[in-house]
């Protein structure tokens, strides 16, 4: 019988840190939870730090390559938080087949797109057989664009009795800085181009379950391609640097719960800028930052000298006053009579949550985990390598709210 509601595996890295403390100063419910990495020297030092509610807090030696640890680890809690696999598809599909064999549940930040695929592709099946809920993308990839779309559509159903023709999850204002993890994650894809999963990254519903596909593999189908103004938006917008991993995964929300948006739903998403001048200069940025990270010597130079490592991350000052704001635009699939087609709009923010890459993250991965650890009969009752709003759904969305973001839907 497990003996923890959660353990956080990688509890000392940056963002497992940050897991930690939230854990240890969260109010509500009881949880009972553990820390687990490689050194419990390392570990002891990060529970000196947490409160004095959270001194007695047990930690547990585990060695993400000892099949050993992680079978121990996963027999041990009802939900294991996987902070440990940057990159995850070089050191995160043992984690989850541990949790798969026994039956125990599974969170993570990834925003590996291959790495999602090859572990549905390995343990989706015995995944469901166990009841596991196996939970990729639990941070700012990808909980804002997937639980967005989520809502935004389950409203237009609830008001208008339709489908999307298509939802649009636009970012607007946020603070924040790079995530040194995400960029390794980053680097390493690039590095290994034929790796496992890989091929999910080629098209736009690579991530869907087999024969799920709802549309063409032209094109990144449904995103923003450019620099231009929306009209669902009502803004000008330029193309957003996660969209090709959030928007997978809101298309395999899409196609796991039977396509409730709609079968023929167009997915896309995009970043908010004040105008065509300050959006080409952004455009440019990015693109010079895109060129000099692909090529692999520039790469090592802003590794180097400008951009964090895995394991580093902002101050708290930072990490406090960091905030993101995101919309989720539904479109309905057919016009009122003389009308328009209605539209519906899922707001998402940070609220009290922090910055979206640290602080803001590790709320909504131990949110995310404590969903399937205290609601669990509340949350798919189908198991399997599913995503936040497939697995979790509305359960998240209430956990969220009273953690302190802000989540709403109003008519546009």
Known sequence: MPIYDVVVLGATGFTGRLA????????????????????????EGIRKALPESAKDTPLIKVDVTNPADLEEAAKSCKTLMNFAGT??????????EACVNNGCCYVDITGEVAFVKSSADRYDEKAKEKKSLIVHCCGFDSIPSDIGAFMAATEMKKRHNMECARIRT??????????????ESGAYML????????????KPYGLDPPGGQAGPDTGDFGSISALGYDEDAEKWVMPFVMAPVNTRIVRRSNALKGYPYGSACSIGECMEVPGPVSGSLMVSGIALFGALFY???????????????????PSKET?????????????????????KPPKVVAQVKSGTGGDPGYKCTALMSVEAALC????????????GVTTPAAGLGQVLVDRLNAAGMSLSVDAA
């Open 319 to 339: 990490r406090e006053k960091g905030f993101f704001e995101m919309r989720a635009i539904a479109v309905g699939e057919k016009a009122a009579e003389g009308g």
């Open 191 to 202: 590095d290994n181009p034929n790796m496992e999963g890989g091929d999910a990254m080629k």
């Open 295 to 313: 090529l692999r010597p520039t790469r090592w130079l802003l590794q180097k000298t400008v951009l964090p490592a895995a394991g580093e991350g």
């Open 170 to 183: 636009v970012f607007g204002k946020q603070s924040g800085s790079f995530s040194g993890g995400t960029l």
């Open 372 to 383: 399937c650890s205290l609601q669990k009969d509340k949350c798919s009752s189908t198991g």
């Open 87 to 96: 990159p995850y598809s070089d050191k995160g599909l043992p984690v989850v």
């Open 20 to 43: 930690c403390e939230y854990l240890a100063n969260r109010g509500g419910e009881k949880v009972t939870w553990a820390m687990a990495g490689r050194s419990l020297d390392k570990l």
